[in-house]
């Protein structure tokens, strides 16, 4: 994140859909910075956690008084006002431009008026929000933030957060969401506060009430598996976005799909004349045996007898010649 404010140079990126459908809600993701990073990493400062999305997909970076796109050899690419910009190259933008990274739709927006600078917090924050939106447009119902009570006579309770802004209280008294018999929370309460920047709990008094890994604090942001306590009653927060969230971390980039997988068209039950050719010439090699071609047969009209057939009339008549001829000599010799 960025060292110094400079709201003079500050820039928003708008995530407009994901797989084409326009988002539930705007997320904006406002810089004064004059590099920033979007990727699926933790460490981006544009985070989007989707596979499609490379760890370090691309960059936006000031040159003078000009913004670049850069591609950071992302798996999917990446496509300004749809076209997609060569790796390693830059691409200049201007303000309204869209920006195509996986199945995600940004647009790029200059002269952005900032009241605090953008944090870590904020940025992860709005991280598990595009999580659970993308998991909401595909049926899966995530379980939200809450405060489990870990012992006393309350252990097992759940106190889910809601959405942000909300606010909620734990006390011991009437009016809060979330009562524990402590003494110290006899007079005071604790809140518990969900804004742009994740889930906070703080003591209304000012006091330092909350303990956390051998720590007092007066307010404390908290993540995922964080165990607190208060008094003697321990607390365990469970954010189950952050969780998944987490799981994306150093898992191979998805391809982005171009288009939706065609339809196979139900098998026939007939075999097509390629395949009975390939079948047949199959059984041939198996029986090392080529087939035999069957005798051709002339149908062109005969115009004489044939040399044999005269051989064969000669002979007959030398026969009946022969026999004339002895049974003449038998009659003369009587």
């Known amino acids: 994140m960025s ?11 708008v995530v407009r859909s994901r797989d084409g459908q326009t988002l539930q809600e705007e997320l904006a993701f406002p ?23 490379s760890e370090a ?27 997609r910009v060569p790796p390693e190259r830059t691409k200049k933008l201007q303000d309204g431009d869209l920006l195509e990274l996986g199945n995600y ?12 600078p953008m944090s870590a917090e904020r940025t992860a924050e709005l991280a598990r929000r595009l999580w659970r939106e993308a998991q909401s447009a595909r049926g899966v119902k995530l379980d939200a933030p809450s405060l489990r009570v870990v012992n006393g006579p309350r252990a097992g309770v759940r106190m889910e957060i809601l959405p942000a802004p909300s606010r909620l209280h734990i006390g011991s008294h009437d009016g809060c969401q979330l009562q524990l018999p402590e003494p110290m929370l006899a007079r005071e309460t604790l809140e518990v506060v969900h804004d742009v920047e994740g889930v906070l709990i703080r003591s209304m008094s000012g006091d330092a009430l909350i303990q956390l890994s051998g720590h007092r604090y007066k307010a ?28 994306l971390k150093g898992t191979p980039d998805q391809p982005l799909s ?16 390629q395949r009975s050719e390939r079948t047949e010439t199959a059984k041939v090699g198996r029986n090392s045996e080529t087939p035999r071609p069957a005798p051709s047969v002339s149908t062109a009209p005969r115009t004489g007898p ?29």
Do not use: C
Not at 63 to 79: E, I, M, V
Not at 105 to 116: A, D, I, P
């Open 3 to 13: 060292r110094s404010f400079d709201p003079t140079m500050a820039v928003r990126f």
């Open 31 to 53: 810089f004064d910075q004059a590099r920033i990073v979007l990727g699926r990493a933790p460490s981006a400062d544009v985070r989007i956690p989707s596979r499609t999305v």
């Open 258 to 273: 171009l288009k939706p997988p065609e339809e196979k068209p139900a098998p026939s039950t007939a075999p097509s004349p």
């Open 57 to 83: 997909h691309a960059s936006v970076q000031m040159r003078g008084s000009d913004w670049l796109l850069t591609d950071l050899g992302s798996r999917n690419g990446t496509k300004h006002n749809g076209q």
């Open 220 to 247: 404390r942001r908290l993540r995922d598996r964080d165990e607190l306590q208060v008094g003697t009653t321990r607390l365990i927060f469970e954010e189950p976005a952050q969780v998944e969230i987490d799981s």
């Open 105 to 116: 739709v940004l647009s790029f927006h200059t002269g952005v008026v900032m009241t605090e």
């Open 306 to 334: 044939t040399v044999a057939e005269l051989v064969i009339y000669a002979l007959a008549i030398a026969v009946l010649l022969a026999s004339g001829l002895a049974l003449a000599l038998l009659l003369r010799a009587r």
